[in-house]
């Protein structure tokens, strides 16, 4: 094999080494023996000098005007989508999932870098009417500054790219910290940026570990924004760090997404949707389908189809154009999966398929797991309750559709959910009363398109909301702006007071 590419960090439109001179290596979950990238495990001190760059940048950027700057995001959708092909491959080597899936991964950057370019042309204030006679006012959008983007590995250019193109058209400049496992998508992300002009600066990348490159750009004074999505015991302890300099602070967190299965529904369309939910992507999204809640009429012959479907789903590279499921993302999270699998166990679930390491043949050098199902799954169990962030699926029954709900909100978790159901009170009913920022009908947990709000309510989100029409919300400030032209002090609710 050719040597590993050697990616240096991106500071002030420099590629430069870390100030220590230590690296790391990205390995390929489906053959270890690859290794992906050598990346720049970097420090305080790189950190230091990424914030200073883009303080730098930030004067000339957010002067640039927005509409200016959304043509950048544009041209470099362009470039993306042409290079799409060769990007999905390199993301499937670095990730594991299937090039299909990577391929959807830029899709979604591709979509966010048009919606986000077009948002240059709107970012509408407010205007209103003043309370005195010869006085104007409007409130208008302005940049924040330095924004510190801290990315997780399961989607690696499209979830950052939720952040960087909306915080990027506002005008503000970056320092971004992908996730160890996943830098090379962001850099083939900014790279298509940089080709379509984008100043030096504006956007520096620093790899490295989180403790050592994370937490500093979280603590850095010059950083008023921090946008985290990973696990919310890391963003507990983000949002920790961040409180004491005041930052703002938007979190994406974890999940435990419940599929519903009433007695009426189209059960191809469940069994389909069940499979794809809990399985894409090795069941490693945030909205993976990890729990399924069936009402007891359908119950059986739901299990017995999803344990068949499971059971015969191709694993394997995702390089393969014939695999359905690739590996998970390391060894670390493998043996997290698996303890979980044990768990289930000695809780008293039944293991009805998978549950085991595959490892002879093509699978000796990754880190593949079979899917699994688990029945006869108490809601209170811990597989029923935390993230296990694998392709491990338990299935509960249960009576009727109010219990079904209760089940389905009674987790710490509120990001997706979806009802199969072809009873339209029982879909209305169940928009309303299930508590996630995400809700499907008759489809999985999984789907979501970028110009609707993403995000959850409970230990999945602070409040904030990526994507949609909110997606420059995070990233922008408040500014109410009165112009009075009367040519005389006017006092506010007192002068025009009767
Ligand atoms: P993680 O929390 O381990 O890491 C996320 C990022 O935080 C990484 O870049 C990591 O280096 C960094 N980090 C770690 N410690 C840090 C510290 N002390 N200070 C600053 N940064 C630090 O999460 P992960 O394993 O990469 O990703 C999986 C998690 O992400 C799952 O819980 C999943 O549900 C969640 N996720 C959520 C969403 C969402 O939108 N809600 C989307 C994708 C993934």
Not at 113 to 142: D, L, W
Not at 305 to 322: F, Y
Not at 377 to 401: C, H, W, Y
Not at 416 to 425: G, K, Q
Request: charged content about 20%; overall charge negative.
């Amino acid at each position: 094999m050719a040597n590993p590419r050697v990616y240096l960090n991106l500071i002030g439109g420099e590629w430069t080494p870390s100030t220590s001179g230590k690296t790391f290596e990205s390995r390929n979950p489906a053959d270890t023996r690859q290794v992906v990238g050598i990346f720049q495990d970097s420090n305080a001190e790189d950190i230091q000098a990424a914030v200073a760059a883009a303080k730098s940048a930030f004067e000339s950027w957010r002067l640039m005007p927005a509409p200016k700057r959304g043509e950048i995001l544009m041209r470099g959708a362009q470039l993306l989508q042409e290079r799409k092909d060769q990007y999905a491959v390199e993301m499937t080597r670095e990730m594991g999932k299937p090039v299909f899936e990577t391929g959807g991964d830029i899709v979604e950057a591709v979509d966010m870098a048009y919606f986000a370019g077009g948002e240059g042309r709107r970012m509408h204030g407010v205007t209103t009417p003043s309370e005195m006679h010869n006085k104007f006012q409007m409130s208008i959008r302005t940049p924040i500054g330095v924004c510190g983007l801290i990315t997780p590995w399961n989607f690696p250019m499209a979830v950052p790219s939720w952040k960087l193109l909306p915080a990027l058209v506002c005008g503000n400049t970056i320092v971004m910290k992908p996730a160890e496992d996943t830098p090379a998508s962001i850099f083939n992300l900014v790279q298509c940026l940089i080709d379509v002009g984008l100043p030096p600066g504006v956007v520096n990348i620093v790899t490295g570990y989180g403790p050592t490159a994370g937490q500093p750009l979280v603590e850095h004074p010059d950083v008023p924004v921090i946008s985290f999505t990973g696990s919310t015991e890391t963003g507990r302890l983000v949002n920790k760090l961040a409180a004491d300099k005041i930052k703002h602070v938007s979190l994406e967190m974890g999940g435990k997404n419940a599929m519903i299965v009433l007695d009426d529904a189209d059960l191809d369309l469940v069994f389909q949707g069940a499979v794809w939910g809990a399985f894409g992507t090795s069941g490693q999204r945030c909205t993976a389908t990890s729990r399924i809640i069936v009402q007891r009429g359908v119950a059986e012959k739901v299990i017995n189809h999803i344990v068949e479907k499971a059971s015969q789903m191709r694993i394997g590279d995702g390089t393969d154009s014939q695999t359905e499921m690739g590996p998970v993302i390391n060894q670390k999270q493998m043996e997290k999966i698996l303890n979980y699998i044990e768990i289930g166990k000695q809780e008293g679930a039944t293991l009805r398929c998978g549950g085991q390491r595959l490892s002879d043949g093509k699978y000796a050098n990754g880190f593949f797991i079979q899917p699994t199902v688990f029945t006869d799954v108490k809601p209170t169990m811990r597989i029923a309750q935390e993230e296990i962030f694998g392709p491990v699926l338990s299935i509960i029954t249960v009576d009727n559709f109010d219990e079904a709900i209760e089940v389905a909100n009674g987790v710490q978790y509120g990001l997706s959910s979806s009802i199969y159901t072809r009873d339209v009170n029982a879909a209305y009913r169940a928009m309303r009363d299930i508590n996630t920022g995400i809700v499907y009908i008759n489809a999985p947990t999984i789907g979501a398109e970028i110009h609707l709000p993403f995000g959850g309510i409970k230990a999945t989100g602070n409040g904030h909301r990526e994507a949609g029409p909110q997606l420059i919300d995070a990233f922008s400030e408040w500014k109410s702006v009165y112009v009075d032209f009367s040519g005389s002090l006017q006092r506010a609710q007192i002068d025009n007071v009767d």
